[in-house]
């Protein structure tokens, strides 16, 4: 059983910039990916970053791209996500997620592929 708990999430302003982090601990960290998700109020759970088991590879949403980067830390066990010019519509709870995933260049993966969740981290960015 792995467990993870995310951490940094704060109230920011617009324009702000924020790291992410999560620390992995019951399992064996290097052989699952990871990814961020995040929800937002009335919303559903959508895909933020994600990276391969080697950190190599990594995937992100259209509407952070270029904005977040997402890295992780083998020795650590952690996995980061680094945020930059944050935006109103970047307010939400974020969740870090790992499992093993179908991982394919250009396709995003999807929650379901993830097995285990941190109980998150809210982020709030005002305008």
């Known amino acids: 059983q792995v467990q993870l708990v995310e951490s940094g999430g704060r109230f920011v302003q617009a324009g702000g910039s924020l790291r992410l982090s999560c620390v992995a601990s019951?399992?064996?960290?290097?052989?699952?990916?990871l990814a961020w998700f995040r929800q937002a109020p009335g919303k559903e759970r959508e895909f933020v970053a994600a990276?391969?088991?080697?950190?190599?590879?990594?995937w992100y949403a259209d509407s952070v791209k270029g904005r977040f980067t997402i890295t992780r830390d083998n020795a650590r066990n952690t996995v980061y996500l680094q945020t930059s010019n944050l935006k109103p519509e970047d307010t939400a709870v974020y969740y870090c997620a790992c499992g093993r995933p179908a991982l394919r260049l250009g396709v995003l993966p999807t929650a379901r592929e993830y097995s285990y969740w941190g109980q998150g981290t809210q982020v709030t960015v005002s305008s």
């Open positions: 019951g399992g064996t960290f290097s052989s699952y990916a």
């Open positions: 990276v391969g088991w080697s950190g190599g590879n990594t």
